[in-house]
Structures are given as C-alpha cells and as structure tokens.
C-alpha cells in the first residue's frame, strides 16, 4: 500500500513524477474527454433522430396530400374543379410576382437617385471644406512669408551693426530677432498643420449611404398599393379577384367551381385574366392617380411609420367607391413587399 501511494507522498513533498506516473495521469485526462466527446455525440444523435422522425411525418403527410390531390383529380365530377383551382393559385402568384417586381424596380430607381445625390451632397460638402481650408492656407502661407521677410530685414539690419558704440543696439536687435524667428517658427506650423488638414480631407472617403428616404420609402408603399389595387380591378372584370384570394387561402377540396361546363369557362376566364395584367403599361397607367389619392388620405400611426393605415384606406376606398382595401386584405401578398 505504501508503494501504490509513494509517488503521491513524492508529489507532495516536491519530488519529480516518474513517466509511469505521467502516462496514467494523461490516460485519466483522455478517458474524461472521451467521455465527454461521446455524450455530445449522443445529444447530437438524438436530436438527429428527431428531426428525422418529423421529417418523416412531414414527407408523410405531403404524401398524403399528393394521393388526394391524386383522387381528387381522377375524379371527373371533382378533377376539373381543382384545374380551377390551381389556375386561380397560378393567377395570383402571377399577380403576386409581377408585383413584386414593380416594387424592386422602384425601389431600385429611387435608390440610384438618393445614392447619387447622396454621393453629390457629399463631393460638394468636401470641395466646401478644402476650399475653406485653401483659403486659410493661403492666408496662413502669406502671413508666414511676412514673418519670414521681417527676420531677413532683421538680419540685415544687424549684420550692419557693426561698430563698436552699436553694442547696445545690436542688443536690442538680436533680443528682437529672436522673436521674430519664433514668429516664423509658429507660422511655419500653422502653415504645416494646415496642409495635413487638407490632406486628411482630400483622402476622406464619402460616409456610406443612409438608405433611402422616410418620405421616398412612404411614396414607393404608396405606389406598390395603388398598383396592387390596379391589379384587382383589372382581374375582376373577369370576376377572379375574390376567387383568386379564396383559392390561396383555402383547401382544393374546399372549394366547388361548378359543372365541367362551368369549369371550362372558369378556365377561360383566368387564361384572359393572365392576359390582361401582362399588360404593364395599361395597369400602370391608373397607378398615378390612385397614388396622388392615397398620399392625400393615408394617415401612420406614428412619424417614423411607413406603411399607412388599413383603416385610412379604407376611408379613401369608399370616398373613391372604389371596394379595394388591397392593405387590409393582403392581396397579392403585398404586404411582404412593403419597405418599413
């Protein structure tokens, strides 16, 4: 027993530890950190688990979906319905993207605008400074060659002062070229000083840009709305707006479009409907006017908002009579593309 424990008396009393001694202790450390790699390789094995088994519920379920979408549409009585169905969905993620898209490009536009206004904001506020600063460096050089032609009247005038009665004068004239040399000294500084200073802003870079505009980021949201309530009126007058905004908000087997008959005119409808709004000029045409009516009564709930009101809207829709609150309702899923 003495000899098992020697090597911790040894230890203790400031003795070396022999290598046997040092691989069982490295062993010790190893097998605690083996220990603790495998317990996180457990944690992690079961929260992979996990995940696989609702992955698994997931694929279930969609496969579950896809053979009843699969009967659904081996159905005649209830296959072209869901035809329908998708089309509609096809004509709202039309509607959808292309609104979108009209959202990227002017937000896009405006943003080359205040960024190069921005940038010139930015050049002139810098050619104001090193003009400035031009302007003082001159001063700063001339009153440095003022001081610099005094010392030289200075010298001279001592280097003439010669004879012996100039004692006291001479003096009198080094006591005050001193000074004068100091003088140069200091306007050499400023002048020194005044050239780093308009080197620093020569190398300045312009801040990066803010971002764009409150009262820009309010007109483009503006604008998006307007277009969205353009899209609606343009695909009701194929009577597909509401349906188009059922249709994502509901189940295919939710949803009954009538006989094959009625079905196929459906059909039509959304082919003429697709049509329609893939005309950009004629949608973007009341877009204009729509704007200039919300801007003139959509109210935010705070100074730093951006997005008006649903219930402003509203009030402008009916003073328009128009029966579009595109905000409140969410058509075309506007309300992701609006810039806060």
């Known amino acids: 027993m003495i000899d098992k424990l020697s090597f911790l008396k040894g230890g203790s009393e400031g003795g070396s530890v022999s290598a046997d001694e040092e691989r069982l202790m490295q062993l010790f450390q190893n097998r605690a950190g083996l220990k603790k790699a495998y317990a996180d390789l457990k944690d992690?094995?079961?929260?992979?688990?996990?995940?696989?088994?609702?992955?698994?519920?997931?694929?279930?379920r969609v496969q579950e979906q896809l053979d009843a979408l699969g009967d659904l549409l081996a159905d005649p009585a209830t296959g072209f319905g869901a035809l329908v169905f998708f089309q509609l969905r096809g004509l709202w993620k039309t509607c959808h993207e292309q609104l979108a898209k009209f959202a990227t490009d002017l937000t896009r536009q405006q943003e080359a605008r205040e960024t190069a206004r921005h940038e010139a904001e930015c050049e002139a506020t810098k050619n104001m400074r090193l003009a400035d600063v031009e302007e003082r460096l001159q001063a700063a050089a001339a009153e440095a060659d003022a001081h610099r032609e005094r010392l030289v009247a200075a010298q001279s005038e001592l280097s003439r002062l010669t004879a012996f009665w100039h004692y006291f004068r001479r003096r009198r004239r080094q006591r005050a070229l001193e000074s004068i040399r100091q003088g140069v000294v200091v306007a050499d500084s400023a002048v020194g000083e005044l050239h780093a200073e308009k080197s620093a802003i020569a190398a300045e870079t312009a801040p990066?840009?803010?971002?764009?505009?409150?009262?820009?980021?309010?007109?483009?949201?503006?604008?998006?709305?307007?277009?969205?309530?353009?899209?609606?009126?343009?695909?009701?007058?194929?009577?597909?707006?509401?349906?188009?905004?059922?249709?994502?908000?509901?189940?295919v087997?939710?949803?009954?479009?009538?006989?094959?008959?009625?079905?196929?005119?459906?059909?039509?409808?959304?082919?003429?409907?697709?049509?329609?709004?893939?005309?950009?000029?004629?949608?973007?045409?009341?877009?204009?006017?729509?704007?200039?009516?919300?801007?003139?009564?959509?109210?935010?709930?705070?100074?730093?908002?951006?997005?008006?009101?649903?219930?402003?809207?509203?009030?402008?829709?009916?003073?328009?009579?128009?029966?579009?609150?595109?905000?409140?309702?969410?058509?075309?899923?506007?309300?992701?593309l609006l810039l806060r």
């Not at 094995?45 to 696989?52: E, G, N, P, S």
């Not at 087997?253 to 009625?262: D, I, K, L, W």
């Open 44 to 60: 992690e094995f079961h929260i992979l688990r996990d995940r696989l088994k609702q992955q698994e519920g997931a694929t279930l």
């Open 208 to 251: 990066d840009f803010p971002g764009i505009s409150l009262g820009a980021r309010r007109s483009i949201n503006l604008a998006i709305i307007s277009y969205a309530e353009s899209l609606c009126e343009h695909v009701d007058e194929f009577g597909l707006a509401a349906r188009a905004k059922e249709a994502v908000a509901r189940r």
């Open 253 to 336: 087997h939710e949803m009954a479009f009538g006989s094959r008959t009625e079905c196929e005119e459906y059909m039509q409808r959304v082919q003429k409907a697709q049509t329609a709004i893939a005309n950009h000029r004629q949608i973007t045409a009341a877009v204009k006017g729509k704007l200039e009516r919300l801007r003139a009564i959509g109210e935010y709930r705070n100074l730093a908002d951006t997005v008006p009101t649903a219930d402003s809207l509203a009030t402008a829709s009916a003073a328009s009579q128009s029966q579009w609150n595109v905000l409140a309702e969410d058509y075309w899923d506007l309300y992701n």
